[in-house]
């Protein structure tokens, strides 16, 4: 059974850092993305950064490059989205997921398994 585990998260003034971990077991599969999505109160999930399994190739959107990062340790089976500088706009409920396959976008339709979110919340 493929299954995402979230750790991480929790309140912070803006301008600080946090961490979230997504810890996947099951995985059998030779290729998969992992994203790392949010959604904010009354709006849409959207996806924030990526990875692939296959090179190591990542991903940002606009609003958060520079800020973010993600990267991925295989001996943990482990991704992480470390973030800095953190904004008052960035609190959200976070979700890690995987699309198994040579998928490579934020389309969170394309994404197969889901985390179960954490939440983060940005002072100002």
């Known amino acids: 059974e493929v299954q995402l585990v979230q750790s991480g998260g929790g309140l912070v003034q803006a301008g600080g850092s946090l961490r979230l971990s997504c810890l996947a077991s099951?995985?059998?599969?030779?290729?998969?993305?992992i994203g790392w999505f949010r959604q904010a109160p009354g709006k849409e999930r959207e996806g924030v950064s990526l990875?692939?399994?296959?090179?190591?190739?990542?991903y940002y959107v606009d609003s958060v490059k520079g800020r973010f990062t993600i990267s991925s340790d295989n001996a943990k089976n482990t991704v992480y989205l470390q973030m800095n500088s953190l904004k008052p706009e960035d609190t959200a409920v976070y979700y890690c997921a995987a699309a198994v396959g040579d998928y490579y976008g934020l389309a969170f339709r394309q994404y197969d398994y889901w985390g179960q979110g954490t939440q983060v919340t940005v002072s100002s």
């Open positions: 099951g995985f059998t599969f030779g290729r998969y993305t």
């Open positions: 990875i692939s399994s296959s090179d190591g190739s990542t």
